[in-house]
């Protein structure tokens, strides 16, 4: 909505300017020239904003995804704690032992792909 605003502001100048270009009584080729130069550097003004803008939000959601991979690391982190912890008691039993490994394998695996996401 506000590019709409911003450009229907600008489609209002554009058409003063030409009123006032005709008013100068120019030749018709210096008011197109003069439009097109106008129209121009407006578009290219139109577009920096916009690269920016678009600039500013990769930033914003580069970030928003660094703070989720680590929360989320954050929280695997006990669970993978408890596995390794599982698997270094040397009294547990193959089944359990099992089931511990691939917690641990599963969990790893998260975080290997958490890792390739920030690539």
Do not use: W
């Not at 290219?44 to 995804?65: C, G, P, R």
């Not at 040397?90 to 969990?107: F, L, N, P, R, V």
Request: with cysteine; glycine share 2%.
């Amino acid at each position: 909505m506000k590019y709409y605003n911003l450009s229907l502001l600008l489609s209002i100048i554009l058409f003063l300017f030409c009123t006032l270009l005709n008013h100068l009584h120019l030749k018709t080729e210096y008011v197109f020239l003069v439009i097109g130069l106008t129209t121009f550097i407006f578009l290219s003004v139109l577009s920096t904003i916009l690269k920016i803008k678009m600039d500013t939000l990769k930033k914003k959601h580069e970030k928003q995804l660094s703070i989720l991979r680590h929360d989320i690391r954050g929280l695997l982190s006990p669970a993978l704690l408890m596995a390794d912890r599982i698997l270094l008691n040397q009294s547990i039993d193959e089944k359990t032992k099992k089931s511990a490994t691939m917690i641990a394998d599963s969990i790893e695996s998260i975080t290997h792909y958490l890792n390739q996401i920030k690539r």
